[in-house]
C-alpha cells in the first residue's frame, strides 16, 4: 500500500542541546539558514508523502507556526519585490497538509507515535524523528517504501555502527536475505557492546504497519519509564513482520551540538553562494 502519511515526533526536551533548546525546539533549530524541520518534510514531499502529522507538546508551538502561512510576511516581500523569498515562503505550508497531535508528556518515542493513532487511521505510514535527516543526494524513503511494497511488513533503516557507539542506540538481530536487505529478528535498546547482536543499528527512519498501535497499547513503559518504540517494533520482528534496510548514504544526526555543528557545515559547503567562503575562514581559522 502506498505511504501518504509521514509522522514526526518532536515532543521530546531536547536536552543534549540545552541551553539553546529552553526556548527554542531542537527540531527548529537551523542548519545554515533552514529548520532542520523543514529538510525533513521537503525529503518526505519529493517522496510522495502527502500528509505531515506533527506530534508536539506545549513548548513547541513554533513548529505550527513555521509551517503555517504567514500573510504579513508574504504581503511585505510582494511590496519589496522579493519575489524568491515569497516563492521559499508560500512553499512551505502549500506542499503539504499539516496535522498536529499533542504528546501532553514526553513519555518515550513509543508513546508519541501512539499519540497520532487517530491521525493516521488504518494505513502504513512512514516515521522521521525531528533530528534525523540524509543527504539529498543519498535519499532513503524510495527505497524504504519499495521493501515495504515487497514485504508488506515494517521496514527499518540500519546503520552499521563503531562499537563504542553501539550503547547509544537500538540494535537489531538480523539475517541477511540478499543486496541491502536484512529480515529482523529482534531488537535491544541500548544494549552493551559485549550483549549486542550485531553491530546494525536502528536509524531515525521508519515504515511502520498500523498494528504497531495496538501493540503500543500494550507494550508496559521500560526501565528509564518510557515506552519504546524498539519494544513494540521487536514484537513485530519476533512475527516474522519486520525487514531492515541497510542505509549506506550520508546521514546528519542533528541531537548533538558536535551533530548539529557539523551537519551545518555539511549542508553549507554544498552551497555555492556559501562554500568558497566558508572554505576561507576554516583555513584562515585552522592557520593553513
Ligand atoms: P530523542 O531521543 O533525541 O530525545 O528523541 P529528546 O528528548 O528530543 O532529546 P534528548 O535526548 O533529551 O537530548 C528523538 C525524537 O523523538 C521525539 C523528539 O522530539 C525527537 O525529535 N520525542 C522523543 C518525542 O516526540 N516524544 C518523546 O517522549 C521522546
Not at 65 to 83: C, I, V
Not at 206 to 224: A, C, G, N, Q
Amino acid at each position: 500500500m502506498r505511504i501518504r502519511k509521514m509522522v514526526l515526533p518532536v515532543a521530546g526536551l531536547g536536552t543534549r542541546v540545552l541551553p539553546a533548546t529552553k526556548v527554542i525546539p531542537k527540531e527548529m533549530l537551523p542548519l545554515v539558514d533552514k529548520p532542520t524541520l523543514q529538510y525533513i518534510v521537503e525529503a518526505a514531499i519529493d517522496a510522495g508523502i502527502e500528509e505531515i502529522i506533527f506530534v508536539t507538546s506545549r513548548s513547541k508551538r513554533s513548529i505550527e507556526d513555521h509551517f503555517d502561512a504567514f500573510p504579513e510576511m508574504e504581503q511585505a516581500l510582494e511590496r519589496k519585490g522579493k519575489l524568491k523569498e515569497l516563492e521559499q515562503l508560500r512553499r512551505i505550508h502549500e506542499m503539504a497538509t499539516y496535522v498536529t497531535v499533542r504528546q501532553v508528556e514526553p513519555r518515550g518515542l513509543g508513546h508519541a507515535i501512539l499519540c497520532a493513532k487517530e491521525a493516521v487511521g488504518n494505513e502504513p505510514f512512514a516515521v522521521n524523528l525531528g533530528d534525523n535527516l540524509v543527504d539529498a543526494s543519498t535519499p532513503i524513503w524510495p527505497r524504504m517504501m519499495e521493501l515495504h511494497e515487497q514485504y508488506g511488513s515494517s521496514v527499518l533503516a540500519l546503520f552499521a555502527c563503531e562499537p563504542e557507539q553501539i550503547s547509544a542506540y537500538g540494535i537489531v538481530d538480523a539475517e541477511a536475505v540478499g543486496g541491502d536487505t536484512v529480515k529482523v529478528k529482534g531488537l535491544v535498546e541500548k544494549p552493551s557492546p559485549q550483549a549486542a547482536p550485531s553491530n546494525l543499528a536502528v536509524d531515525g527512519f521508519y515504515i511502520m504497519t498500523p498494528d504497531i498501535f495496538e501493540i503500543l497499547e500494550k507494550t508496559p513503559p521500560s526501565r528509564r519509564g518510557e515506552i519504546e518504540i524498539t519494544d513494540a517494533l521487536a514484537t513485530q520482528a519476533r512475527a516474522g513482520r519486520c525487514y531492515g534496510l541497510r542505509f549506506a548514504g550520508i546521514r546528519y544526526d542533528t541531537g548533538t551540538p558536535l551533530g548539529l555543528l557539523t551537519s551545518s557545515i555539511a549542508l553549507a559547503l554544498q552551497r555555492e553562494e556559501i562554500a568558497p567562503d566558508l572554505y576561507a575562514y576554516m583555513r584562515q581559522v585552522l592557520g593553513k
